[in-house]
């Protein structure tokens, strides 16, 4: 599986013959192509047109953010696995809405499933939990009988209300209290840990997607509109507890992220750079992490399973294969 590199100093980033060559602070750093999956750029990079020619002839992508770390856009390049078949069905898959509701409740059953395993996880750790996910597993039981993508994500919505309220059990920390999820600016420090991580599992996930036939512009719980890509934001459902959330509970309880880490931006707080390098070197280590799956005679990493579920979503709509969602079974 190939690497992200994530660049957070200013500098130019500029094709080597067959090798990426970084250059900050008239230093050169030489980066072999063949390991590269995408490029983040925290901070400001030149980049010319041969090194975007050359990001393309090797299906790299390039994520940019802002100063305040904000997701700005991707440099995706010309898709090289398309096939018209595949987006045919998905494009009729999603003004089917029979197709397009199912697959919209099959990521927040897979959700559900996956905050629920967080919750248990550390309820076994004493810190009483029982309640929530009683109410959250209620809640879960119905998203199959709902008849609308809208009465689907009003539930999605009731299940994070609960689960965030646990926040505080089980980070423990008053610098740290959590009252409600707020976005652009983030209120807090644990929003703005959520905003930042959620960003950067959306970009894998495409990046991912990019990786199979499936358009990432055609979602099917996030609506396909105006924005640029929805399919990612679906498939990310899945793997936010486990990634994004479980990466913040294990960076404040082992202190690898504390008050100084944070700063007052734009009317809310965000992470400072120190911040930003703590959590993408946490949350990258879990995207390398590799599990044991039933029935698979290897071990996967997390970004293996990403872009398995974006397969078995191509399953569905190609060949009318049942979909499970992933679940976090161990």
């Not at 879960?140 to 994500?153: G, L, P, R, T, Y």
């Amino acid at each position: 599986m190939k690497k992200d590199i994530y660049v957070f100093q200013n500098g130019r980033l500029s094709r080597k013959d067959n090798t990426l060559c970084l250059e900050i602070d008239e230093k050169k750093h030489y980066i072999p192509v063949v390991d590269v999956g995408s490029i983040h750029f925290f901070g400001e990079v030149d980049v010319n047109k041969s090194l975007l020619e050359f990001a393309s002839q090797n299906h790299i992508l390039i994520h940019y953010y802002n100063y305040y770390g904000y997701y700005v856009g991707t440099y995706y390049p010309r898709e090289y696995l398309n096939s018209g078949y595949v987006i045919l069905q998905q494009c009729s898959a999603y003004l089917d809405y029979e197709k397009r509701l199912y697959l919209a409740s099959k990521f927040i059953e897979g959700a559900a499933k996956n905050i629920l395993q967080v919750l248990k996880y550390y309820d076994r750790r004493e810190k009483d939990l029982n309640i929530s996910i009683s109410e959250i597993e209620s809640l879960a039981s119905i998203i199959k009988e709902q008849d609308s993508v809208e009465k689907i994500m009003a539930i999605e919505g009731n299940i994070r209300q609960i689960y965030y309220q646990e926040f505080n059990k089980i980070i423990d920390k008053k610098e740290f209290y959590f009252s409600k999820r707020s976005k652009r600016p983030p209120e807090d420090k644990i929003n703005a840990l959520i905003s930042f991580g959620n960003t950067i599992v959306y970009n894998e996930v495409l990046s991912q997607i990019y990786q199979t036939q499936l358009d990432p512009r055609i979602g099917f719980l996030h609506s396909t509109n105006d924005r640029r890509f929805s399919l990612n934001l679906d498939i990310a459902e899945l793997f936010k507890p486990l990634l994004v959330d479980r990466t913040i509970f294990l960076l404040l309880n082992k202190k690898q992220i504390t008050s100084k880490d944070f700063k007052k931006e734009l009317g809310g707080i965000l992470l400072n750079d120190k911040g930003r390098k703590e959590f993408i070197q946490e949350i990258d280590k879990k995207l390398k992490t590799t599990v044991q799956l039933p029935g698979i005679g290897h071990r996967i990493s997390y970004k293996g399973l990403i872009r398995m579920e974006a397969y078995k979503i191509q399953k569905y709509l190609t060949e009318n294969k049942p979909y499970a969602p992933f679940e976090m079974k161990w």
